[in-house]
């Protein structure tokens, strides 16, 4: 199947869709891969996007939109994908939905893991990771077993990245609000849409999402 996981930074995308790709074969479609996979293929798109960055510039939907088709075109997307932080704003999904009929395909559902934004900010801002083997860990909810210590591979250097703060989360979840929920009606005219919450355990949003595949399945 193909789906598109909707949500704010930090609501769990990627580690859904990863899930999906582990278990389902469901490639994980994130623009962010996409772009830096292109650029370092060296790709004519690729390279169009190189230019921008280096420039200091955006890279235009344009330019994103050729990317995704081209990534689209592969092999193993034929299997299904995940759609991971794409589309955000209407233009975007309007593009998409235009890419996917020209090349035969279509959506199945669009899926959002709906978030509480005090929860979201508790979950951002304890968040860290291992240095070496990249473990991830949590001031309240995920500590290292023996402090200063990682579970995996006993390294003693941690990090947290430097916009998992308040402020940076709040932002992100304004410009959520603003740019990319008001798509929703757009899929939900087309009865695409399920939402799923998001801040409960991770067992309970993998259990609530593949509900709503098996459902689509039937």
């Not at 509480?116 to 001031?139: K, N, P, Q």
């Not at 990090?159 to 989360?169: E, Q, S």
Request: include cysteine.
């Amino acid at each position: 199947m193909n789906i598109i996981l909707l949500g704010p930074p930090g609501a769990g995308k990627g580690t859904q869709a990863s899930r999906l790709e582990r278990e389902h074969g469901m490639v994980q479609l994130s623009t962010g891969d996409m772009l830096r996979a292109a650029v370092a293929a060296g790709t004519p798109v690729g390279m169009k996007a190189k230019a921008v960055m280096d420039a200091g510039g955006l890279v235009s939907d344009e330019i994103v939109n050729a990317i995704l088709s081209d990534r689209l075109d592969a092999d193993d997307a034929r299997s299904g994908f995940t759609l991971d932080g794409y589309p955000r704003t209407q233009v975007q999904a309007e593009a998409l939905d235009a890419m996917l009929a020209a090349k035969g395909m279509k959506l199945d559902h669009v899926i959002e893991l709906a978030v509480d934004e005090e929860a979201l900010v508790d979950r951002i801002t304890g968040r860290f990771t291992c240095c070496v083997c990249g473990e991830g860990y949590h001031d309240r909810y995920k500590q290292p077993k023996v402090a200063g210590t990682c579970d995996v591979c006993g390294s003693h250097d941690f990090k947290r990245r430097p916009d998992d703060n308040a402020a940076t989360v709040r932002t992100r979840m304004a410009e959520y609000r603003a740019k990319t929920a008001p798509i929703l009606p757009y899929y939900d005219a087309r009865g695409l849409v399920a939402r799923v919450d998001g801040m409960a355990a991770m067992a309970d949003v993998n259990a609530a999402i593949e509900a709503v595949l098996q459902a689509r399945i039937l």
